[in-house]
C-alpha cells in the first residue's frame, strides 16, 4: 500500500503511534533490559528504535527533529517514551508542512531503492508496527501489564469476564 494524500497517513499514523506510545508508556527502566535471548535486542534498543530517528524518511527528503543519535538506548523509560512522543508530533507536522498529495507521488532513493514518498510513509509505518510487535513479547517475557493494540490482552479478556480465545 502506498499513501496517497497526506491526511491519510498522517489519520493512520496518529492512531498507530497512540498504540505504540500507550506501550512505551507501561516500561518500567528495569524492563529495558530484557532479552529475547541472549546477544538479541534489549526491551531498551527495541524501544528506543521505535523512537523516529530519520534515516529512512530523511533519504526521502522530510526532515524533522529527532533525538541526539546515541550507540546505547537511555537507561530511562520515561525518557524513550518521551522522546517518542516529541519525536512523532514533529515528524506528523513534518510532513502536514513539507509534503502535499502530489510531493507523495514523487520518486527518492531510499535505502538504494528508487521509492516513491507515499511508499516510504507506508513502509515506514509498518516498520514500528513491526518491531511494536516484538517490543510486546519482550514486554510480556518482562512481566509488564499494557493494554492491546489490534485487540484484548489476555488480562483484558480477563476483566471482560471471558477467556481469551484459544489461537
Known sequence: MMYLTVQSFIEDYENE????QRLLDAL??????????L????????????VPNGSMLDQAGLRFEVPAARNEPPASADIIAQSYRFTTRSLIEAVRTQWTDETLQETNRVYENPW?????????LRHEIHHRGQLTVLMRQA???FTGVYGPTKEEWAAFGMAAPAI
Not at 546477544?39 to 521505535?50: D, E, F, P, S, V
Open 17 to 20: 503511534s497512540m498504540a505504540t
Open 28 to 37: 518500567t527502566d528495569e524492563s529495558l533490559r530484557q532479552e529475547v535471548a
Open 39 to 50: 546477544g538479541y535486542r534489549t526491551l531498551g534498543h527495541l524501544a528506543w528504535h521505535l
Open 116 to 124: 516513491k514518498n507515499g511508499l516510504t510513509l507506508s513502509i515506514f
Open 143 to 145: 512481566g509488564l501489564q
